[in-house]
């Protein structure tokens, strides 16, 4: 059984660690006020109502309602277990956790296992005698050794047991969950990747989760990816978007491309804000990380009919997300990487600065598709271009495009809304999470005030025991407040979030935080829920009274006592619900 962290390496490293500085590396961050919004990351919105509080080191989605501190986040962003986050934190603030290395998960044994795989096909390329074809095809490719380093670039040998062999140390159980080695029916292994230039993949903190192969010779398939491991998705991750999340962000949007070889060609000519959907077709989940990164897409895909077709079916996915998508139209027989390297930066760049709209793309598109002449033509003709129109979430931004198109196409505007299938084009209602007023999450909204105000703090903790309390977060939040409270130490919203695993309680918890801001009346508010806590735990202790005098009554028993305790609950209850 793995050792358990030690609370002063969990508060340790959560202290070290700055909200606001993991957050930004995630997600683009502005301030306002003491605090900072974003889009959220958790779900798709247009309109920020993504909280962070550098001062109580929490967040919190008014949307969604996803809250915590920065455990929390890393493990909803991540997909890790609070250990991971801990350990993940702590390698990043350079703290060495008291725990021994051999008490890592089978998660960390696969993050492991690729780490060693990328430096073994890495120091093959570089210098070892099995990696000259794969030099040759770098140089062929005109792939520089600045690029080669900043990519961690590798070369996977071509016999069946290159890597196999250079692992006589590591579990081959692990190495066959890690992707890197198959195991045929007859119980043989042997490498998955043979004579192929190898790309590591990252995930957003830079680890690498799994591998991209292309063919250094003519052996099929061209390209071969990682299957999806325990720390990989292929559908949820983009190739070099770790390495180009700050060039994102200065440049206010993203370039994507289909390949690997196509993102380093635009890398080696100085485009760097490039990032590949492994290429595959672009999925819902790589869509919704771009979004957390830019609201402008820039698709350059191959010239050719498969290239369009993909540009299409891409862009309708992006739409959906809520950015502004526009494509780049190579010249015919190009792709990204042939363009790279025979025109040169300046002039790819100069087609990337002026692209067309995805409207325009697509409405040329349609032209070459349908003879617009003919009336039933013009008509399918509008309803493809409406079908990616009515995926826009912003109706301002939609309203405009549908003008555009009513426009262009002599077709009234009237009736391009009601051709649109799923469309109402009724107004947009905000999102807002709605905090719910049963006893638990009264109780759980009552901590949130308490831990973001000290005179809310004293007020309740005075005014409540922890049997007042039903929830079973709320019970151990209360307990953990009022343990340091009993030993004289700071009571940290951040430090009690952390041991707390329901993600609902999280939400109501940091939702309550974050309304305890200026101009709220925190002490009103929180003297109302106090209230009807104690009404909550008075009407369930009449409810258990009442049921155990009609127990009694059945069995011909006395119930004088019982009814008298029953009447003082119900003078209680009286009380407790007169308005202060």
């Not at 670039?153 to 016999?159: F, V």
Request: charged share 30%; net charge neutral.
């Amino acid at each position: 059984m793995a050792a358990r962290l030690s609370q002063e390496d969990i508060d340790g490293t959560r202290e070290a660690t700055d909200i606001v500085e993991l957050l930004s590396e995630y997600i683009s961050l502005k301030k306002a006020g003491k605090n900072y919004t974003a889009l959220c990351p958790f779900h798709s919105e247009k309109k920020p109502s993504f909280y962070v509080s550098p001062e109580r080191q929490v967040y919190h989605c008014f949307g969604c309602g996803a809250g915590g501190n920065v455990y929390t986040f890393l493990i909803e962003m991540e997909k890790l277990s609070f250990p991971e986050a801990v350990r993940l934190l702590a390698k990043k603030s350079g703290i060495r956790l008291k725990e021994p290395d051999k008490t890592s998960g089978p998660r960390e044994a696969i993050y492991k296992a690729n780490e060693w795989a990328d430096d073994f096909f890495f120091e093959t390329l570089a210098g070892k005698e099995s990696g000259k074809r794969g030099r040759d095809y770098v140089k062929k490719r005109q792939f520089g050794k600045t690029l080669i380093e900043k990519f961690h670039l590798g070369y996977s040998p071509s016999s069946w047991d290159g890597l196999k062999s250079a692992a006589k140390s590591k579990s081959e159980d692990v190495l066959v969950k890690a992707g890197l080695l198959v195991k045929s029916e007859s119980g043989r292994t042997y490498d998955r990747f043979r004579d192929r230039l190898m790309f590591p993949i990252r995930n957003l903190s830079g680890r690498v989760v799994g591998f991209g192969g292309r063919s250094v010779g003519d052996s099929t398939p061209k390209y071969m990816n990682s299957p999806d491991t325990a720390v990989y998705r292929k559908g949820n991750i983009l190739y070099g978007l770790w390495e180009a999340k700050q060039e994102i962000r200065k440049s206010g949007r993203a370039i994507m491309v289909e390949g690997y070889t196509d993102l380093l060609s635009l890398r080696s000519v100085g485009i760097e804000e490039v990032v590949a959907s492994l290429g595959t077709a672009l999925t819902d989940g790589q869509a919704k990380l771009l979004a957390r990164y830019t609201e402008a897409v820039v698709i350059l895909f191959d010239a050719d009919t498969a290239g369009d077709e993909a540009a299409v079916r891409s862009l309708d996915i992006l739409l959906e997300h809520g950015l502004d998508v526009s494509v780049v139209s190579l010249p015919g027989g190009y792709d990204p990487d042939s363009f790279a390297r025979e025109k040169g930066g300046e002039v790819l760049l100069d087609l990337i600065k002026s692209p067309l709209t995805f409207f325009d793309f697509k409405l040329g598109l349609l032209k070459k598709k349908y003879d617009m002449s003919k009336v039933r033509a013009k008509a399918d003709a509008i309803k493809e271009i409406a079908s990616s129109l009515v995926k826009i979430p912003d109706i301002v931004k939609r309203d405009l495009w549908v003008r555009e198109l009513s426009e262009r196409l002599s077709v009234s505007e009237d009736a391009l809304i009601r051709s649109m299938p799923g469309s109402s084009f009724k107004e947009d209602l905000p999102e807002a999470s709605v905090l719910p007023a049963g006893p638990q999450e009264l109780e759980l909204r009552l901590l949130g005030l308490m831990l973001a105000d000290s005179a809310a703090l004293s007020l309740a903790s005075e005014s409540l025991t922890i049997d007042d309390f039903l929830g079973t977060a709320s019970r151990e939040v209360f307990s953990k407040i009022y343990e340091l409270k009993d030993d004289g130490r700071e009571v940290k919203a951040a430090d009690l979030l952390s041991p707390v695993t329901d993600r609902d309680a999280l939400k109501a918890i940091s939702g309550s935080m974050m309304v305890a801001g200026p101009g709220f009346d925190v002490i009103k508010e929180c003297e109302g829920l106090i209230s009807k806590i104690r009404k909550s735990r008075i009407e369930r202790s009449m409810k258990h009274k009442l049921k155990e005098m009609r127990d009694r009554e059945d069995r011909g028993e006395d119930v004088s006592r019982l009814q008298k305790e029953y009447q003082s609950l119900i003078e209680l209850r009286r009380k407790e619900s007169v308005v202060k």
